[in-house]
T-cell receptor
């Protein structure tokens, strides 16, 4: 069964460093998303991406964040200068056009020290 | 460091019993609702969905009920099994105001006792 894959599973970084979280969405999906989940809390929307541009972003997704689809398969989330409060699980999701169900990857745990 | 998380509501049931997990959603204009299951260390996994023009939808061992009058959603799991132990989130989409991003509820932790 096709699945969304995310790498790495765990990323440890120093405050102020840049990190890139990687995702490979399901191959025939056209809509891509990043969500964040701080430990023990609910999943929060960050950004949606369609047709090579950002469709929508939340207040969390400030100038420190960016997304990119560098080739036909990868979808990345970059945090330019990490802060302690960026520590969370980051989930990538994708969906088909004209469908509602988003499929999630297993997530990347980001720990900022 | 990581933030201290909120305490999740917990539902504890005996194996074989039925479970009912409730969710209050926020936006009366939401068009579509999904229940996700999240096991420890994994991403949310789709369980069942329902459109706002429906009151009830059944899947395999699961049923979702929607009450738009009070903005309430419930997930019923029949004959609960140990493998059902997880955190369950409801999520809503309001297409009129977004590109389809999910707004998640707080989650309920289901523990199944063998």
């Amino acid at each position: 069964e096709p699945e969304v894959t995310q790498t790495p599973s765990h990323q440890v970084t120093q405050m102020g460093q840049e990190v890139i979280l990687r995702c490979v969405p399901i191959s025939n999906h056209l809509y891509f998303y990043w969500y964040r989940q701080i430990l023990g809390q609910k999943v929060e929307f960050l950004v949606s991406f369609y047709n090579n541009e950002i469709s929508e972003k939340s207040e969390i997704f400030d100038d420190q964040f960016s997304v990119e689809r560098p080739d036909g398969s990868n979808f990345t989330l970059k945090i330019r200068s990490t802060k302690l409060e960026d520590s969370a699980m980051y989930f990538c999701a994708s969906k088909e056009k004209a469908k509602n169900i988003q499929y999630f990857g297993a997530g990347t745990r980001l720990s900022v020290l | 460091g990581e933030n201290v998380g909120l305490h999740l509501p917990t539902l504890s049931v005996q194996e074989g019993d039925n479970s009912i997990i409730n969710c209050a959603y926020s936006n009366s204009a939401s068009d579509y609702f999904i229940w996700y299951k999240q096991e420890s260390g994994k991403g949310p996994q789709f369980i069942i969905d329902i459109r706002s023009n429906m009151d009830k939808r059944q899947g395999q061992r699961v049923t979702v009920l929607l009450n738009k009058t009070v903005k309430h959603l419930s997930l019923q799991i029949a004959a609960t099994q140990p493998g059902d132990s997880a955190v369950y989130f409801c999520a809503e989409i309001a297409y009129g105001g977004s590109q389809g991003n999910l707004i998640f509820g707080k989650g309920t932790k289901l523990s199944v006792k063998p």
